[in-house]
T-cell receptor, first 114, second 117 residues
Framework: AQTVTQSQPEMSVQEAETVTLSCTYD???????LFWYKQPPSRQMILVIR??????QNATENRFSVNFQKAAKSFSLKISDSQLGDAAMYFC???????????FGTGTSLTVIP | GAVVSQHPSWVICKSGTSVKIECRSL??????MFWYRQFPKQSLMLMAT?????????EQGVEKDKFLINHASLTLSTLTVTSAHPEDSSFYIC?????????????FGNGTRLTVT
């Protein structure tokens, strides 16, 4: 079974600084999809960014970018120019190429210090 | 973008009663919906996978007779917590991927906070 590990239960960053959240996963598959979700205090899950495993280029969405290392099975999220609104729980997720099953990490709670 | 609507947002019920939570895909057809349970400051725990027109698939340890799931149409799945007890108090979230697009993310409802007194 696929497992997703987020080794940082809590992280903090100074406003306007950069922070990186780590995520590793275990799989024997070669084709899959990876996602980062944000869950603010409202508890609404919001998609931050996604990455297809077959793409070598790292995905970017404005201030959010990933460092996808397929061989190392690592998928870290970098938040640049952190803003107060970035404070939330962040979940890394893995989706198989077949079927609809998603696997979530345990989450990282990000605090942004003004 | 794809929208999933979940209702109610919060509900308080007495022990022994049943509560129904609805999850609707508003602008896409969802052949599959997932139901998650989330405890405070914890990750999402998958309870069951709801498939339109067939029986739901429950995760190990989830009582199918207690958490009844119905997915009668391509846009609606319901979770009924039967004979609720205080330990069922939790945050329940539904989600759905856009059908048959394997790079589709999950689209989440805004969750239901259930409190059983």
């Amino acid at each position: 079974a696929q497992t997703v590990t987020q080794s940082q239960p809590e992280m903090s960053v100074q406003e306007a600084e950069t922070v990186t959240l780590s995520c590793t996963y275990d799989t024997s598959e070669s084709d899959y999809y990876l996602f980062w979700y944000k869950q603010p205090p409202s508890r609404q899950m919001i998609l931050v960014i996604r990455q297809e495993a077959y793409k070598q280029q790292n995905a970017t969405e404005n201030r959010f970018s990933v460092n996808f290392q397929k061989a190392a099975k690592s998928f870290s999220l970098k938040i640049s120019d952190s803003q107060l609104g970035d404070a939330a729980m962040y979940f890394c997720a893995y989706r198989r190429n077949t079927g609809n099953q998603f696997y979530f990490g345990t989450g990282t709670s990000l605090t942004v210090i003004p | 973008g794809a929208v999933v609507s979940q209702h109610p947002s919060w509900v308080i019920c007495k022990s022994g009663t049943s509560v129904k939570i609805e999850c609707r895909s508003l602008d896409f057809q969802a052949t599959t919906m997932f139901w998650y349970r989330q405890f405070p400051k914890q990750s999402l725990m998958l309870m069951a996978t709801s498939n339109e027109g067939s029986k739901a698939t429950y995760e190990q340890g989830v009582e199918k007779d207690k958490f009844l799931i119905n997915h009668a149409s391509l846009t609606l799945s319901t979770l009924t917590v039967t004979s609720a007890h205080p330990e069922d108090s939790s945050f329940y979230i539904c989600s759905a991927p856009t059908a048959w697009l394997y790079n589709s993310p999950l689209h989440f409802g805004n969750g239901t906070r259930l409190t059983v007194t």
